[in-house]
């Protein structure tokens, strides 16, 4: 079935530093990728769609700059926060469309995120 | 706005009972739905998904129903196990390229 790596699962960063995290479609081509947070015991907020080759698309509220989304191939999105704060750890998730289900969304198994 | 909801935050059941997830939705245009299983730590997992143009659907030990009059879904799973233990979300889509809401969540916990 589909497959999305996402890395790394876990990283600590210091306040001030930018942390990039993968998203790569293992065994098939994603044209669009979903980057998710999700706060402790709470649902998956969408933060922005990636368009491979294009801009991404970011949902009212999320700051693009401090955000920065990368689809340079159909395989692979990356999210870079940039200048991190204690106040954005969190448990980040990509989605891929292509693989399982009608529509075929298949998540990667997300990065936590801790800032000291 | 519309959304997706889900009617309780936990659930807790005895080992080899069946269990039944409930989620209202509020868009009435949602064509598409789907079960996701989350454990602690993991991204979402599918589980189902059903169309607007059916009421039910069968997999291996789950079951998805789909009331549009009232805009209702439901996830049940049958037998239920310890490693069933999770979060479940219900989610919706209207249309192809539109993008998938998630409802609130519910814990469920197997007792043994």
């Known amino acids: 079935g589909a497959v999305v790596s996402q890395h790394p699962s876990r990283v600590i960063c210091k306040s001030g530093t930018s942390v990039k995290i993968e998203c790569r479609s293992l065994?098939?081509?994603?044209?669009?990728m979903f980057w998710y947070r999700q706060f402790p015991k709470q649902s998956l907020m969408l933060m922005a769609t990636s368009n491979e080759g294009s801009k991404a698309t970011y949902e009212q509220g999320v700051e693009k700059d401090k955000f920065l989304i990368n689809h340079a191939s159909l395989t692979l999105s990356t999210l870079t926060v940039t200048s991190a704060h204690p106040e954005d750890s969190s448990f980040y998730i990509c989605?891929?469309?292509?693989?399982?289900?009608?529509?075929?969304?298949?998540f990667g198994s997300g990065t936590r995120l801790t800032v000291v | 706005g519309e959304s997706v909801g889900l009617h309780l935050p936990t659930l807790s059941v005895q080992e080899g009972d069946n269990s039944i997830i409930n989620c209202a939705y509020s868009n009435s245009a949602s064509d598409y739905f789907i079960w996701y299983k989350q454990e602690s730590g993991k991204g979402p997992q599918f589980i189902i998904d059903i169309r607007s143009n059916m009421d039910k659907r069968q997999g291996q030990r789950v079951t998805v129903l789909l009331n549009k009059t009232v805009k209702h879904l439901s996830l049940q799973i049958a037998a239920t196990q310890p490693g069933d233990s999770a979060v479940y979300f219900c989610a919706d889509l209207t249309g192809a390229n539109s993008k998938l809401t998630f409802g609130k969540g519910i814990t469920l916990s197997v007792r043994p």
């Open positions: 065994d098939f081509q994603a044209t669009t």
């Open positions: 989605s891929a469309r292509g693989g399982g289900g009608y529509y075929g969304y298949t």
